[in-house]
């Protein structure tokens, strides 16, 4: 991993910095999933926190390093746009976030309400929010899977799953790449033969057919359903750190996600986002070997009426 530009220090020193509400999640074997999937499993839960997302650990360590009277501008589906604006808030910074005109109204509302200026594209989120930096000095464009602050931030995740003994596999939703990431970088160093399996979706296959090409290759996304893990183009930087890291890449379907969704509301208790349940979609219908898995319900910014619910 010579060529990785994570360090596993700033992975330690961010479990120090980032707000304690987004660290220490809750992480357990359930009994009830466990039955469902037929073997052992621990799960973290990541949606018990302001942001209802893993999102706000590498926001929140990347933001501590800018300077007084910064503006944060990102291009977004939803979260990382959440994350922006709760890190610029703590620390006295202003967020811009730029997102795609179909996005989610319930991580629209959420992005408003914790005081970003949003702005709907129809275009690439991430093109206009490069435009808008670069007008201006004081403005940092944030790119969620290129900063290795916000895969270290990430990567605590990863140094509290080590802390339970046993496990030989993670299994984690991908869609920039950081939290992959930073959490394969500190769990390989501690204990070098856990497997770690990134999950992406047949709809947006970008990132792992860049994984699989060594470099970044853009695929065009059939839908927003599973918005979190759907990019069209990898960050070369994400690539790079992925090709090092990930052992296996494996895909799912846009209803394995939905069925996943509802596992987790009958076992966890927890309604994850389609991107949030990927790990647990993958590990109900690939036959990811290992005696004990670890994955993490990532998100639960849900738009329930894809199971047939109403908030």
Known sequence: MTDIDLQ??????????????FLNSPQYSD????????????????????????????????AAGLAPGTTMVCGTSG?????????????GLRAEVFVPATIAPVKLRRMKALGARVRRVDGEAKVAAATFAAEAPDRV?????????????????????????????????????????????????HTPDVRIVGVGTTSAPAMAKSWEA??????????????????????????????SLVDDFVLVTDDDLRAAM???????????????????????VHGIPGELAATVVTGANADLSVLGMTG
Request: charge should be neutral.
């Open 214 to 243: 060594g470099e970044p290759v853009t695929a065009d996304r059939a839908n927003w359903f599973a918005g979190g893990i759907s990019i069209r183009t990898p960050e070369p930087e994400s690539v790079r750190r992925l090709r």
């Open 79 to 91: 979260n990382f746009g959440q994350a922006v604006a709760f890190a610029a808030g703590k620390h």
């Open 8 to 21: 596993l220090d700033h992975v330690a020193e961010a479990a120090k910095v980032i707000d304690p509400v």
């Open 262 to 284: 509802r596992l987790g509301a009958e076992t966890l208790g927890v309604v994850p986002e389609p991107a949030g349940a990927a790990g647990l979609a993958a590990l109900t």
């Open 141 to 189: 464009f944030v790119v969620d899977g290129r900063e290795p602050a916000i895969s270290e931030g990430a990567g605590t995740i990863g140094l509290e799953l080590a802390r339970e003994s046993g496990i030989d596999t993670v299994v984690l939703p991908v869609g920039d790449g950081a939290l992959i990431a930073g959490v394969a970088l500190w769990l390989k160093a």
């Open 31 to 62: 009994g009830q999933l466990n039955e469902r999937l037929g073997r052992r499993v621990l799960v973290k839960i990541e949606t018990l926190n302001p942001l209802r997302s893993f999102k706000g650990r590498g926001a929140d360590y990347f």
